[in-house]
T-cell receptor
């Protein structure tokens, strides 16, 4: 079957760095997405990886290893507004997104 | 604005009643998706429309659920004979087209409809 695993909840301190991991098993693979979802709001796109390696975009970076079925989202210089759920989603052979349950990130001052 | 809009934002209904949820995608987006998100859980794919092609209904949980879309415009999701387990946020998203080859097309989400079945 198809499956996405990510931690349920993480806590970090303002100004610090946090890494949110995601492992996936899909029928075929056509890329890995990360979305941010603030409580009560719609998800918003953060990043897309289809090739191995690290993609950096400001304070956020996303990494992919296709051979390991693994990705992580790295958030630097954490701000209170980064408190949100972070959703990992993998595109399968039909380009349908398989979504993880999300990681709730709590930022403490 | 020019984003995805959904209505109503909240819907409270009694068990057994039918409900209709509406989604207005971003103009020009050929792909439209419906998802269900239960409290504290991830997104559950329901149905996907791409232009005038036959929709991908593989995620619909039962025959009580149906959706329509005319061309590349508005879509409606209908839930008949609602049950308490249907209570969730129903999210609609649109993209230029479904991903293919090396290109990807970001999905833009609407604010969702929070459905509560009493």
């Amino acid at each position: 079957g198809q499956n996405i695993d990510q931690p349920t909840e993480m806590t970090a301190t303002e100004g610090a760095i946090v890494q949110i991991n995601c492992t996936y098993q899909t029928s075929g693979f056509n890329g890995l997405f990360w979305y941010q979802q603030h409580a009560g709001e719609a998800p918003t796109f953060l990043s897309y990886n289809v090739l191995d390696g690290l993609e950096e975009k400001g304070r956020f970076s996303s990494f992919l290893s296709r051979s390991k079925g693994y990705s992580y989202l790295l958030l630097k210089e954490l701000q209170m507004k980064d408190s949100a759920s972070y959703l990992c989603a993998a595109a399968d052979s039909n380009y349908q997104l398989i979504w993880g349950a999300g990681t709730k990130l709590i930022i403490k001052p | 604005g020019a984003g995805v809009s959904q209505s109503p934002s909240n819907k409270v209904t009694e068990k057994g009643k039918d409900v209709e949820l509406r989604c207005d995608p971003i103009s020009g987006h050929t792909a439209l998706y419906w998802y269900r998100q239960r409290l504290g859980q991830g997104l559950e794919f329901l149905i996907y429309f791409q232009g005038n092609s036959a929709p991908d209904k593989s995620g619909l949980p039962s025959d009580r659920f149906s959706a329509e879309r005319t061309g590349e415009s508005v879509s409606t999701l209908t839930i008949q004979r609602t049950q308490q387990e249907d209570s969730a946020v129903y999210l609609c998203a649109s993209s230029l087209r479904r991903n293919s080859g090396r290109s990807y097309n970001e999905q833009f989400f609407g604010p969702g409809t929070r459905l509560t079945v009493l």
